[in-house]
């Protein structure tokens, strides 16, 4: 499987941003695919999942209300959407896929090269 991710850019606080992976070759054997971030000099994080069948998504905390994942399997494509961005959500925006969809935040198979998300104040 490989994993293509777009969408970011530059966006001012309160502002919105949609990010899209688009998976390609065995797209038969996802599961589940998720998005991670990692800002500078942090350790990369969780931000959030989706079941591929059921649709079913699970969030990190500080994005719940904020971010919504969703995923359109016709295409073999997953976008992330970013509402109300704070300057703390700067990072570059990963995608991955795993077996499990509430699992991803620990066991994931195939990654996506990353995008960047800059929020400014």
């Known amino acids: 499987v490989q994993l293509q991710a777009s969408g970011g850019g530059l966006v001012q606080a309160g502002g919105s941003l949609r990010l899209s992976c688009a998976a390609s070759?065995?797209?038969?054997?996802?599961?589940?695919m998720g998005w991670f971030r990692q800002a500078p000099g942090k350790e990369r994080e969780f931000v959030g999942a989706?079941?591929?069948?059921?649709?079913?998504?699970y969030y990190e905390d500080s994005v719940k209300g904020r971010f919504t994942i969703s995923r359109d399997n016709a295409k073999n494509t997953m976008y992330l959407q970013m509402n109300s961005l704070k300057p703390e959500d700067t990072a570059v925006y990963y995608c991955?896929?795993?077996?499990?969809?509430?699992?991803?935040?620990?066991?994931?198979?195939?990654w996506g090269q990353g995008t960047q998300v800059t929020v400014s104040s």
């Open positions: 989706i079941a591929w069948s059921s649709g079913i998504t």
């Open positions: 070759g065995r797209t038969f054997a996802i599961f589940a």
């Open positions: 991955a896929s795993g077996p499990s969809a509430r699992s991803l935040g620990v066991l994931q198979n195939y």
